[in-house]
């Protein structure tokens, strides 16, 4: 079955560096995948999309990039501030010609930056 | 618009007990789901719905239910509560279509004694 894989030890960086996160898996095609945020209490909120077919996607100071060779997926958040802080979730898409797009959660990485 | 909407935000229940977690969204999305987190897993499918009147089943669909009748709404019921059910339950909501990102409520924290 698929497997999907963060970190799930707390990333702690300073404040204004570059916070990167991963996301790998396994025995999956994904068409696509998708990076939420979640904070503490509260539900998670999307933030980026890309497809199988892009590389690399940015808004603002986020930047995500997709290897499916690799089957690996990097966040980037740059310049972070203490706001930054939260649990982001990588979700995989299903594979292409598919119905309902069933996401397969990945359990979510924990960042706190420091002022 | 308040987007997706759960209530209650908590509830304790007994083993054996019933009850539905309400959901409802007011951005006329045709997709809605319901997930379970549970901590160190992933949020977990139950059951989604493409449409009024259409539901399936997820990951994860044993005892619970769901209904579509309106666009709107999309309650999940317990039929009778076990310990297993412990979670903090996540309805979403999406347009139709593959690709599209979920817009999710702030959740109903659950726990079954």
């Known amino acids: 079955s698929q497997k999907i894989e963060q970190n799930s030890e707390a990333l702690n960086i300073q404040e204004g560096k570059t916070a990167t996160l991963t996301c790998n898996y396994t025995?999956?095609?994904?068409?696509?995948l998708q990076w939420y945020r979640q904070d503490p209490g509260r539900g998670p909120v999307f933030l980026l999309l890309i497809r199988e077919n892009e590389k690399e996607k940015r808004k603002e100071r986020l930047k995500v990039t997709f290897d499916t060779t690799l089957k690996q997926s990097l966040f980037h958040i740059t310049a972070s501030q203490p706001a930054d802080s939260a649990t982001y979730l990588c979700?995989?898409?299903?594979?292409?010609?598919?119905?309902?797009?069933?996401?397969?959660f990945g359990t979510g990485t924990r960042l706190l930056v420091s002022p | 618009n308040a987007g997706v909407t759960q209530t209650p935000k908590f509830q304790v229940l007994k083993t054996g007990q019933s009850m539905t977690l309400q959901c409802a969204q007011d951005?006329?999305?045709?997709?809605m789901s319901w997930y379970r987190q549970d901590p160190g897993m992933g949020l977990r499918l139950i059951h989604y719905?493409?449409?009024?009147?259409?539901?399936d089943q997820g990951e994860v669909p044993n005892g619970y239910n769901v209904s579509r009748s309106t666009t709107e709404d999309f309650p999940l019921r317990l039929l009778s509560a076990a310990p297993s059910q412990t979670s903090v339950y996540f309805c979403a909501s999406s347009y139709g279509g593959r690709v599209r990102e979920q817009y999710f409520g702030p959740g109903t924290r659950l726990t079954v004694t």
């Open positions: 719905s493409v449409g009024a009147g259409i539901t």
């Open positions: 951005m006329n999305h045709e997709y």
């Open positions: 025995n999956y095609s994904p068409a696509y």
């Open positions: 979700a995989l898409g299903p594979p292409a010609n598919t119905g309902f797009q069933k996401l397969v």
